[in-house]
Nanobody, 124 residues
Framework: QVQLAESGGGLVQAGGSLRLSCAAS????????MGWFRQAPGNEREFVAA????????YYADSVKGRFTISRDNAKNTVYLQMNSLKPEDTAVYYC?????????????????WGQGTQVTVSS
């Protein structure tokens, strides 16, 4: 069992930056691939970024590539999402997810555990 808790969301102006954190419980964090997803009002939840168990491979949605960076610190049981050059269309609730496998995936159904989400609002 893995419990996930996101933090770092908030209100930011367009062009600004935020860093989201996701703290995981459990001793086996390093054996899980991790992902970030987001859901805007009226939309389905969508993939944002993923990272493999060692942090050596990362994957991004085209909409955030070059602006967002996913990373992890296995010693701290934490995964991060650095978001730069934010746009109003990035406004959403951001969720982190854990996958009981080594490699990141883009599909929701590939993930086993989910956090409660953190709100990110980007004003124009």
């Amino acid at each position: 069992q893995v419990q996930l808790a996101e933090s770092g969301g908030g209100l930011v102006q367009a062009g600004g930056s935020l860093r989201l954190s996701c703290a995981a419980s459990g001793r086996t964090f390093s054996s899980y691939a991790m992902g970030w997803f987001r859901q805007a009002p009226g939309n389905e939840r969508e993939f944002v970024a993923a990272i493999d168990w060692r942090g050596s491979s990362t994957y991004y949605a085209d909409s955030v590539k070059g602006r967002f960076t996913i990373s992890r610190d296995n010693a701290k049981n934490t995964v991060y999402l650095q978001m730069n050059s934010l746009k109003p269309e990035d406004t959403a609730v951001y969720y982190c997810a854990a996958r009981a496998g080594k490699y990141g995936r883009r599909l929701e159904r590939e993930y086993d555990y989910w956090g409660q989400g953190t709100q990110v609002t980007v004003s124009s």
